[in-house]
């Protein structure tokens, strides 16, 4: 099964930079936000803050992925918190 990957512009700290993920991850992101009552450009500046060398599409990734196992409590002991 494949996801259509959606390409979007945000601005994070003062710089605009382009980012690629499927779907899915896009729908993810805007629920968690909303949820945590803050704009997706300020959560995923958050996510950019804290993803050391990681790739910022993949830190996206790994953090709406490590939320929802968090969610449905079926997190590993090891995986990073966001």
Do not use: C, Y
Not at 45 to 58: E, F, T, V, W, Y
């Amino acid at each position: 099964m494949g996801f259509r990957i959606v390409k979007r512009s945000v601005s994070i700290a003062g710089h605009r930079t382009s980012i690629s993920l499927e779907q899915p991850f896009w729908e993810g992101l805007r629920e968690i936000a909303e949820r945590d009552r803050m704009s997706v450009q300020s959560l995923i500046g958050l996510i950019d803050a804290d993803r050391g060398d990681q790739n910022l599409s993949s830190a996206i990734r790994v953090f709406v992925l490590t939320d929802l196992r968090r969610r449905l409590g079926t997190a590993s002991p090891d995986a990073a918190q966001p």
